[in-house]
């Protein structure tokens, strides 16, 4: 029968012609036009460019990476600058130390067998680097908190023959409450420099203790650190702050990481000309 016939040949009269079967869109497919171009995709697009993303500035590293390869460049700076008898020791004292080896060893190196070994204090510079963007003064938090780990380190390391050298970005602010001329910064590197007369030299001390002793401990600071810078402004005389004046250097207005590399390429130049002259 005919029913029977179109079941045989897939519901068509034998006679038919064979219909082709719809095939299904892929997703891919299904968005585009007869041209074959994807439909929403300007549409899409113009919808995006117009879409503003607010995004938390606590996810901002940008500050933190900048400060990492600042450290790093000088880390290989200082290296590259390193004398015969000096190596570098990181995240020790400081952020890099710079370590000087003992006198007693140099000296006892050229003693003749039998004689007593001479032992005399280790050189140790300690460095603290700092990438900061607003003006540095000693009422900073920062400030107070090196004056006040160099003395603890001083405390700690009467072996030892140290100097500490905080180098930043920053440059100097002035002090609302400073009453000498200038900022105390710029006074203490005057000390340290001997750019004073022994009276003026006695008065600029003078005024840096009061100024210390009228700052309030910082919270990041130590108890046992802040200790130790009390009981230096607050000597009987001038002797311990002096001392940890002249060995302190406030290494401000560093050029940034940048600088630092250019610093580095050309003391690479300078090695390899040396080099090639010894050759």
């Given at each position: 029968t005919r029913s029977q016939a179109e079941r045989a040949v897939g519901g068509r009269h034998p006679g038919e012609p064979r219909k082709e079967r719809p095939r299904e869109l892929?997703?891919?497919?299904?968005?585009?036009?007869?041209?074959?171009?994807?439909?929403?995709?300007?549409?899409?697009?113009?919808?995006?460019?117009?879409?503003?993303?607010?995004?938390?500035?606590?996810?901002?590293?940008?500050?933190?990476?900048?400060?990492?390869?600042?450290q790093a460049n000088l880390t290989v700076l200082q290296w590259?600058?390193?004398s015969k008898n000096e190596h570098l020791e990181l995240e020790c004292g400081e952020d890099i130390d710079v370590v000087g080896k003992a006198v007693g060893d140099v000296i006892n190196q050229t003693l003749a067998p039998g004689e007593p070994p001479?032992?005399?204090?280790?050189?140790?510079?300690?460095?603290?680097?700092k990438v900061r963007a607003a003006?540095?003064?000693?009422?900073?938090?920062?400030?107070?908190?090196?004056?006040a780990r160099?003395?603890?380190?001083?405390?700690?390391?009467?072996?030892?023959?140290?100097?500490?050298?905080?180098?930043?970005?920053a440059e100097r602010g002035v002090e609302r409450d400073w009453a000498g001329s200038g900022s105390?910064?710029?006074?203490?590197?005057a000390i340290r420099l001997h750019k004073y007369g022994e009276a003026e030299e006695a008065a600029a001390v003078g005024l840096l203790a009061a100024?210390?002793?009228?700052c309030s401990q910082p919270e990041k600071v130590l108890k046992s650190s802040w200790d130790c810078l009390r009981s230096?402004?607050?000597?009987?005389?001038?002797g311990p702050l002096l001392n940890i004046i002249r060995r302190l250097e406030w290494s401000t207005g560093h050029g940034d990481y940048l600088k630092v590399r250019a610093d580095i390429k050309e003391a690479l130049a300078a090695l390899d000309n040396s080099l090639s002259r010894a050759e």
């Open positions: 892929t997703s891919a497919e299904a968005g585009r036009g007869p041209d074959r171009q994807p439909l929403c995709s300007g549409i899409l697009l113009s919808i995006v460019s117009t879409m503003h993303f607010r995004a938390n500035p606590g996810n901002d590293a940008y500050a933190t990476i900048r400060g990492f390869v600042f590259l600058n390193l001479v032992e005399l204090a280790g050189v140790r510079e300690l460095e603290q680097l003006n540095l003064t000693m009422k900073s938090e920062e400030a107070l908190q090196v004056i160099f003395c603890e380190h001083q405390k700690l390391n009467p072996q030892w023959i140290l100097s500490f050298r905080y180098v930043t970005t105390a910064i710029a006074t203490w590197e100024f210390l002793r009228s230096v402004v607050e000597a009987e005389n001038s």
